[in-house]
């Protein structure tokens, strides 16, 4: 197969962001198709005390929970000590898992058309049972076959690499307040072959993925970190003008002016020596330092028979669940979710400066982080109690609270990665700045045009996935 | 001051590339000056016994060697356990100096040539003993004052950022064979203001160092990883060959080749996709597992009274001594240094396709590794006893030994940062491939092309400490 250069490559991706229709199935069929297993799916969730946690282990006093395989992942204590933010050291339990996860496509075209093999996928802790996910999810373990374990489905075409074109391999972070420098690996892989297609797996457009994130709880997490990756490339305005042209002619203002803020060449505020050199000082400036504890040495948390929670019900809380899912067949385990005290909140603000969308883009340090600071949202307060934080305390959570209903230009609410968060659930916003938006910035900020935020997609582990989750939500169309 | 825009930085850092004469010194001159201040000059380096070394101590019976202050640096042992390459575990001594260091230029702009501001540094361990230097080596303690030490010269220029103008600043590696998971902190600023110049301060222009650097021992290790991350922009033909025209007429072809090829947005080989698809996998193929232990329980290695080494007297040797340095007035200090077994080798080999040159790469894991693997010359056997080592055991080692004088473009003993490390050398070749280059690559290696690897560059902690070196030293004249 002769690989394609690399602008065939983003005329592809873009083609396929720029189509809704698809002859396999509508968007309103699969909406309809996910409820309908959804209703089919039975999943139970009992909460159980620690000690019934079949499986895993409290070693050493409750030093670590863990797999009694030493696989999948534990929950470990870790203390922090930063000069970032107003609190300089706390305790915290964390999600370790230090394999590398995959999360893959296969792709193929269809006259013209790249689609995306999807998966209906359960996970005990959707907010909806079943979320559509990417072709693969799978562990290093399970990728490489080194256990010789069940193999995943579709696994052999990631793995033949001469059945199959790569169009992104990317390694990029998970949530750092929950994972312990955990990322995962975004592969897209296009395909000549015919591939069967497996219940629970359907051909999607990329315009189809975009058009049902803006469905509350449909995409799963992993779905969306990959998509957000996606590069279209950097164009003149002539080329962006043929792109609008051919656009879908039920565009909206915004959606075309998104298009045109993903494809330009052209940034109007800071350019990427700029942007770095922001971000080196801020990485230079910050200091995070992780130490392993024992769970049950942790201030300020607490172990009952059932649950590792905060003194004042902040944050999130670990629980032990008993699990049963059934639809077709029955399965049933146990294993530890992490719990969110309440919704939380990310939000971009943007602003168009010459017609170009750029994203206000914050430094966060967050503990679990590979290397201290990542690219975050604009407001990010994950569980936090955002609805009762006094205003000023956060930048910008004022300004969005505020908001008028015409600068909101996404709000929809999107799940945690359900095989590890229990219901966990984040309002997705895309605020536009008014002119009453003060042009002084808070300290940590930067404007970003979404071109340069593509970029620093593609050199990896740049934007945290708060702020990727927001990117695979713009639609072009 | 009104900053600069991209384009114009751009076409300021080429201008200085390009541009050799100086009417502040001539380049023989200032081989003639640091030939002088050698002269004058006296470094006395004995060795001593590690329980004389003042200020250092060897706490728990050895387990690390370490500052009184606990600042600096200290020695430790780790163990190493990897899938990467022959040796699957090994335990070794490595330096741990957990502190950013920060190494910048001040630059300023006289009749339109832009002047970067070196110094004339003496190192302990320098062959020679004084070499040129940034404007600035310092800590980030020294740099943000914290301990209110001895203030470091010009260091006002870096914190009063209102003074300057910021052109790069970039968090790039050290020796990740060395150093663990040590990065230094690359700053270019550049000032409208009348500069003092203080004694061992010179105005040198960009093609002046580059041009020095092709001298054994001249420009230090901090010099070359700074300068080799200046971006230079991305052209089409046309203004490659405006560029060319206006270059030093005493060009050779080789030179006005790696210009273009430094500066023309074309690449012919592999697409940054791709290549980024490239470094992923192996980031996800290769694990490194390192953990501290005592250094009197390392495998393999020997502490007698006065040093640390490898009971085959293989890779480097940690060793106490007593420093005496005597021009204008004499400083005395005591300090553990890191000597080499032997004179270690790094080349590129290089290929033009479509008169731009694309370099060799080699994805490379070292124990000290921020993120596991970096990019890496084609051949990098740092103290490894190349001279000795059986044909084919290392990629492409042969047909380096092998090259006619012809194929030899680059040919150059550098230093070591000589802070740390006692007379270590490398030989830096550049070699073009010729007819007989088998075109199917050993496994880990890639085509990337001199601007792809400008741009890997700009986005950090891709090319490791041995590439960038390599780097620094292309002419464009």
Known sequence: MNPMNTQEKHLLFLRSALTEENPFIKTKEIIDWVNSRNFATNVSINRITFDRLKNWNTDNDFYSLNHDSGKFFSIIGINVDTNYGEIESWDQPIINQPEIGYLGFITKEFNGILYFLMQAKIEPGNVNNVQLSPTLQATKSNYSQVHHGKKPIYLEYFIERDRCEVLIDQLQSEQGSRFLKKRNRNIIIKTNEEVPLHDDFIWMTLGQIKRLISIDNLINMD??????????GSFDENTINFFNAIGNVSSTDFSKSMLASALSKYSYLNSFDDIIAWFTELKCKYEINIRQISLNKMRDW????????????????????KIEISNREVSRWMQPLVEPAQEGLIVFIVKKIHGIYHFLVQAKVESGNFDTVEMAPTVQCLTGNYKTTPNNSLPYLDYVRNASKSQIKLDVIQSEEGGRFYKEQNRNLIIEADNNFDENLHQNYIWV?????????????????????????????
């Open 223 to 232: 779905t969306r970190t990959v998509i957000s990756g996606i590069p279209f």
């Open 302 to 321: 607490i172990i009952s028979d059932d649950e590792i929670f905060h003194k004042d019900k902040k944050f999130f809380r670990i629980i032990a669940t």
């Open 449 to 477: 045009s979404l071109n340069q935020l593509h970029t620093f997609l593609t050199f990896n582990n740049y934007l945290n996935i708060q702020a990727r989750s927001l990117l695979s939500a713009i639609s072009f169309m």
